[in-house]
């Protein structure tokens, strides 16, 4: 028969090595996890002004409206030949140049109308919109070029969505370094990205399954 200090030496040892058991198991399968970044700059690219241009016997049914990455655009074409020139605004705020990688036609009520950006390339990472600059361009709203006749319907409303990205030909350096570090029932891994364009950085870590075993906003310094 096992006396009461026997007994309570067994039970501290039993306790210990589930301890040390849950601690090495941790530390295991952090080591071994498989992941990747994604980096993100802040994104801090925004329209600021929609205004109406020069038309030819066009106009505007209703004020257009904007929010940080779309416009509205409400026109009335009263002639075959009628067109509505609004001039956009872009503000980049950050200190990254940007272009206008991509357009979405959100919205299009009136089939027969079609639009046109002038002033500014989509898709071209050359035709930049430069940090901490404003840049101007236009959509033209006008008839399909096929249409014969004025359709019944002479209104319309656009919604575009303009899709920002960074003009960086080269993408970021991302660095996963081996060190890790158990403290108690913690274990750290160290993860380093560096880019020299990049000043504000999302950094997100994903094991091998996608699940999201890290996510931090970090300022880097120098690089």
């Known amino acids: 028969m096992l006396d ?14 589930c301890f040390v058991s849950m601690g090495y198991g941790s530390l295991a399968s952090n080591l071994l996890i498989s992941g990747e970044a994604n980096i993100r700059v802040k994104k ?4 600021t002004d929609v205004t109406l241009g020069n038309s030819s016997t066009g ?15 409400y026109t009335t074409l009263p002639e075959l030949t009628s067109k509505v020139i609004y001039q956009i605004t872009v503000q980049n705020r950050t200190d990254i140049d ?26 071209n990472p050359t035709d930049i919109i430069r940090a901490e600059e404003n840049k101007s361009f ?4 006008s008839y399909k070029d ?7 319907n ?14 960086d030909a080269d993408p970021p350096v991302v660095t996963f370094s081996p060190e890790a570090g158990c403290y108690g029932e913690y274990t750290t891994v160290t993860i380093r990205a560096i880019d020299e364009n990049f000043d504000y950085m999302e950094i997100e870590v994903r ?3 996608g699940v999201v075993t890290a996510k931090s906003n970090s300022k880097v310094i120098g690089g």
């Open 154 to 167: 002479t209104s319309g409303m656009f919604e575009i969505k303009f899709n920002f990205k960074v003009a």
């Open 59 to 73: 106009y505007e049914t209703y004020e257009p409206e904007f929010y940080i990455e779309g416009i509205r655009v």
């Open 44 to 47: 801090d690219v925004r329209i």
């Open 207 to 209: 094991n091998s399954s």
């Open 98 to 123: 940007h272009y206008i990688e991509s357009i979405e036609e959100l919205q299009n009520t009136n089939t027969d109308m079609k639009y046109e950006i002038k002033g500014i390339e989509v898709g």
């Open 4 to 17: 009461n200090r026997t007994g309570v030496f067994l039970a501290s040892m039993f306790i210990a090595v």
């Open 146 to 152: 096929d249409l014969q006749k004025l359709p019944d």
């Open 138 to 141: 236009t959509i033209e709203i």
